[in-house]
């Protein structure tokens, strides 16, 4: 039997070149649009958080900083209200008396660096004062129509803001009433202005504003916002301020912010017409009903979001219609060849006369099981591929879990030190503030080796286990929570530690497991009042075992089964990876930590690790 002739298979010609061309064109356009918008909502939003987050960490800074210079200036009414040579100027203003007073008051104004401090005697007149021999000097002024003095002889004491009477300087009065066997004498005021903050407020590189409970600008880093409005107040209110001349004529506008809901807020500053857009951020002034804001400028975070969208959507577009046009290219070639292939194949076609149908189906079987496998292996590399990939993205998680965890703890030491380092410096010690700043200089590297280990994606960075000094590392860890051991009034006990006494570790990460683990119970203990933390070392055959014990409420059953579980945690606010944390270190080290209650109350943890000798003259050290 004898078939017809083959006839060559139809090609598509230049028109279906051209079609191809024109939809690789308008497919590329779409995919570069889309991942230009993509990339400009994402960077965009990383640029945001970074902004927000360092905003908020000046906020906080500048509030911690106003915080100090009001508590430092607290005390000083209190305790001038308590001088006797006060006492005795109030019972009797001899001239000369009155006269020593004024020129100590003078001394203790210069020395506490704030505006005036003067004596009202109980009609509200002053009759002392540190501006005595200045032209505007408050002495023979009456001042009992003053809120702050009505306050004060009400209630004792008073701090209240207000536009200056005679200087009209705004400031912060602080008032103290003066009695003798329940008669009131008179009242002490310090004037605290703060020109100094708001001159550093200026340098900074974000507006910053100080508002009251009724969101009523006090301090500004840009002079027109003074006495400006968060928001329009109320009629009532309005006329209530005005009446008060608490500030003045001051207009009480609001502040020129433009706060529109799901949008970027825009900020108007003076001088200029075009709107700013900014993130508005606030934080409690503490022992106040102050809030400072700060207003951080959103414009670079967006425009870079803009321009790297579209270099990612310019990237795009040429990577796709280079690849595009490769692509169409070489299937034109080939379908010319193909054309060429196809008249030679229904020559040859043409010459076989049948074709069995088992060697047909035998093809066809053939070619699906080629397809069957080649489609399981393409699903065996993409499982491989997504397996591989849930697992870096896993790490790189947990990097930056433990991460977060452990850098507050040395941020929160920094803060302290530099904190002390401002006591001394305002004492005149600048040895010990020295030695502050030296302390805070090497918690800074600290923190630069906690976060250097996320330069390599995914992977823990490597770890030098040495012998290193046990005592060294336990006196790292009491320094960093010095502050917080006498705040809570807990005694440590630590039983006496051989100074050759080394252990097999990385210095730097048995410091962390140690903060960890005395953190840990600082934070069991706390409120408790009588709080105790026991260490003891035991040396053995090649191991050194560290017990770490507090006088706590011990640990849940349910919690001291899982532990070392991530996510596992007694704290209202934590984060359940601190003891991951610190186990995994102590793992990395060959060593064990393991948790328990006491029988006597308390929790107890456990740390065995491998004894260290010190280096040898030929630089060797090994486990002992």
């Known amino acids: 039997m004898e078939e017809n002739p083959a006839k060559a298979p139809p090609v598509p010609g230049a028109g279906g070149y051209r079609r191809r061309l024109w939809l690789l064109v308008a497919v590329s356009l779409a995919a570069s649009v889309l991942a230009g918008r993509g990339i400009e909502v994402f960077v965009a939003g990383q640029q945001m958080a970074t902004l927000t987050a360092q905003a908020g960490e000046t906020a906080t800074l500048t509030a911690s900083v106003l915080q100090a210079e009001l508590e430092k200036q607290r005390a000083l009414p209190l305790v001038l209200a308590q001088d006797p040579d006060v006492m005795a100027a109030l019972r009797a203003p001899l001239p000369a008396r009155l006269e020593a007073l004024d020129r100590r008051l003078q001394q203790l104004a210069g020395a506490a660096r704030v505006s005036v401090i003067y004596l009202l005697n109980a009609e509200g007149t002053a009759i002392a004062s540190s501006n005595w021999q200045q032209p505007d000097s408050f002495v023979g002024t009456n001042y009992g129509f ?90 009532d209110d309005r006329r209530a301020v005005v009446a008060s001349r608490q500030f003045g004529d001051a207009a009480l506008r609001p502040l020129p912010v433009d706060r529109r809901p799901g949008e970027e807020a825009l900020l108007r500053l003076p001088g200029t017409d075009a709107a700013l857009p900014v993130a508005e951020i606030a ?22 979001g803009r321009l790297t969208g579209a270099l990612g959507a310019l990237a795009v577009l040429v990577v796709m219609l280079g690849a595009g046009s490769l692509a169409l290219w070489r299937a034109e070639q080939r379908r010319r060849r193909a054309a060429d292939e196809a008249a030679t194949r229904a020559e040859l076609e043409a010459r076989v006369a049948e074709r069995t149908g ?142 050759g006494l080394r252990v097999m570790a990385d210095q730097l990460r048995l410091e962390q497991v140690f903060v960890n683990l005395m953190q840990n119970a600082l934070d069991a203990m706390a409120g408790q009042g009588n709080g105790t933390i026991e260490i003891r070392v035991a040396e053995s055959a090649g191991q050194v075992t560290v017990t770490i014990r507090d006088n706590g409420p011990g640990l849940p059953p349910a919690i001291l089964e899982a532990v070392f579980t991530p996510f596992s945690t007694t704290k209202p606010k934590g984060l359940g990876l601190g003891l991951v944390i610190a186990h995994d270190i102590v793992a990395e080290f060959g060593g064990r930590l393991s948790a328990g209650n006491d029988k006597a109350g308390g929790a107890v943890m456990t740390m065995i690790l491998s004894r260290g000798v010190a280096a040898a003259p030929g630089g060797l050290a090994a486990a002992g």
């Open 146 to 235: 003053r809120p702050y003095f009505r306050q004060a002889v009400r209630d004792g004491a008073v701090e209240h803001f207000a536009l200056g009477f005679v200087s009209g300087q705004p400031g912060l009065y602080f008032g103290r009433r003066i009695e003798s066997a329940g008669r009131p004498l008179g009242v002490l005021v310090v004037k605290m202005t703060f020109d100094g903050l708001e001159a550093d407020w200026r340098r900074l590189s974000m507006p910053v504003v100080v508002a009251d409970s009724r969101g009523i600008v006090l301090m500004t880093s840009v002079a027109d916002w003074r006495f400006a409005t968060r928001t329009p107040l109320t009629e």
């Open 283 to 304: 934080v409690p002034v503490g022992s106040t009903d102050w809030s400072l804001l700060v207003f951080a400028s959103t414009a670079e975070a967006t425009g870079l």
């Open 358 to 499: 088992e060697l047909r189906a035998a093809n066809e079987r053939l070619r699906a099981e080629m397809d069957a496998r080649r489609r399981a292996a393409t699903a065996r590399q993409q499982l491989q591929d997504e397996l591989l990939q849930a697992n870096r993205l896993a790490t790189l998680g947990q990097i930056a879990a433990g991460v977060a965890h452990e850098i507050n703890q040395p941020v929160a030491a920094i803060r302290t030190f530099a904190d002390n380092a401002m006591g001394h410096l305002d004492r005149g010690d600048a040895a010990a503030a020295r030695r502050s700043v030296a302390s805070v200089a090497k918690l800074t590297e600290r923190i630069g080796a906690i976060t250097g280990e996320l330069r390599t994606f995914g992977r823990k960075a490597p770890v030098q286990i040495v012998p290193v000094s046990l005592a060294e590392v336990l006196d790292g860890a009491l320094l960093l929570l010095g502050h917080r051991l006498r705040t809570q009034h807990v005694e440590v006990k630590t039983a006496e530690i051989a100074p």
